[in-house]
């Protein structure tokens, strides 16, 4: 048995008290809701590399980097609604655990809300309130 699978076996034998599950219900509120507002910060960034793309007529680059701009934050603002979606409704942490490992690779403001998504979903109390929702469902 390998550490990893260690730590699991011990956090499934911890007792989580309703203040901590309180406490995490609230954290993943704010989280959900520091993703939708990430996500409006990325399609102010698609917009922008829109009008990059519809004024980059004189040069080829700057229409290509736009392009790709465009699709990337357009992708990533969808990944981070259905996140947001996943994590008021509690189900997929994996889903929410991986987004919030790719957002440290958006700057500042991504890998700040990738930072604290990573900290809040390992938590214990999370962890339980994600399992209560998947046994509920």
């Given at each position: 048995m390998g550490l990893i699978e260690q730590r699991g076996v011990i956090l499934?034998?911890?007792?989580?008290?309703?203040?901590q599950l309180a406490s995490g219900r609230q954290l993943l509120g704010l989280l959900a809701f520091l993703h939708y507002v990430l996500a409006g910060f990325a399609v102010a960034i698609a917009l922008l590399m829109l009008?990059?793309?519809l004024s980059g007529l004189?040069?080829?680059v700057f229409m290509l980097v736009g392009l790709a701009g465009l699709l990337i934050s357009s992708l990533f603002t969808v990944l981070l609604?259905?996140?947001a979606q996943r994590m008021g409704r509690r189900s997929d942490y994996w889903f929410s655990l991986l987004l919030s490992c790719l957002m440290l690779v958006y700057m500042l403001f991504?890998?700040?809300?990738?930072l604290f998504s990573l900290v809040v979903l390992c938590q214990g109390s999370?962890?339980?309130l994600y399992k209560t929702a998947a046994v509920k469902s």
């Amino acid at each position: 048995m390998g550490l990893i699978e260690q730590r699991g076996v011990i956090l499934r034998g911890l007792a989580v008290s309703n203040t901590q599950l309180a406490s995490g219900r609230q954290l993943l509120g704010l989280l959900a809701f520091l993703h939708y507002v990430l996500a409006g910060f990325a399609v102010a960034i698609a917009l922008l590399m829109l009008v990059l793309v519809l004024s980059g007529l004189h040069s080829i680059v700057f229409m290509l980097v736009g392009l790709a701009g465009l699709l990337i934050s357009s992708l990533f603002t969808v990944l981070l609604v259905m996140s947001a979606q996943r994590m008021g409704r509690r189900s997929d942490y994996w889903f929410s655990l991986l987004l919030s490992c790719l957002m440290l690779v958006y700057m500042l403001f991504g890998t700040l809300l990738g930072l604290f998504s990573l900290v809040v979903l390992c938590q214990g109390s999370v962890r339980q309130l994600y399992k209560t929702a998947a046994v509920k469902s």
